[in-house]
């Protein structure tokens, strides 16, 4: 699934390829002023055709090296465009992913898998770019998925109280008035009291200066 040579259906620079291998070959030969052999690699989907004819293409011997940023772009844009493939990549957990193609020093860990499985992983010859690019793509889907999960959260607790608080809020509110009502008792005026009446009650007069 992860293959280089795996056939998945890529958009890329408004063309359609078959595999990050036609892609990559592709670039590699109209980079290096070879369009003639990047039309014949855009013709096939035969991936092992493509890996023959690519080694026509003439580079620097670090070319590959230099452009690994061109690999990385490839391989973000397959995750992008096939959700098969990104849901693969994220349930490999925290696996280390290897390349093994005996004999490749660079993109490979320069091992056949069945060595590679017997191997010690801090003694393997290649350096594994390609296992290395997978890696750390599926390292930054994972911080982009936090980041988008921790962002939702925050929207949600910042919508203001729900429709059951401002019910609440309502109903405390008429509590708090039928309460205010009930504790408000009507003032009432005293009577003046009849002097003249036996009953009257007797008060206390205030001095006046």
Known sequence: MLSNLSNVEIEWNGKTYSSSEQIYQTEKAMRN??????????????????????KKIYSPQTWDEQNLGLMKDILESIVEQNSEVKEFLLNTGDSVLMETVDGEYFWSA????????????????????MGQLWMEIRQNMRRKMSKESLDS???????????????????????????????????????????????ATPCRLAKTK
């Open 110 to 129: 320069g091992l056949s898998r069945e060595v590679v499985n017997k191997t010690d992983i801090t003694k393997l010859p290649g350096k594994n770019m």
């Open 33 to 54: 002023q070879m369009p003639n052999l990047a039309a014949v690699i855009e013709s096939t989907d035969d991936t092992q055709k493509i890996r023959i004819i690519s």
């Open 153 to 199: 959260d925050v929207i949600k607790t910042d919508h203001g109280p729900s429709e059951g608080d401002r019910g609440k809020k309502r109903n405390n509110s008429q509590q708090q008035r039928d309460y205010n009502q009930k504790a408000v008792k009507p003032r009432q005026d005293k009577k003046t009291p009849d002097k003249h009446s036996s009953k």
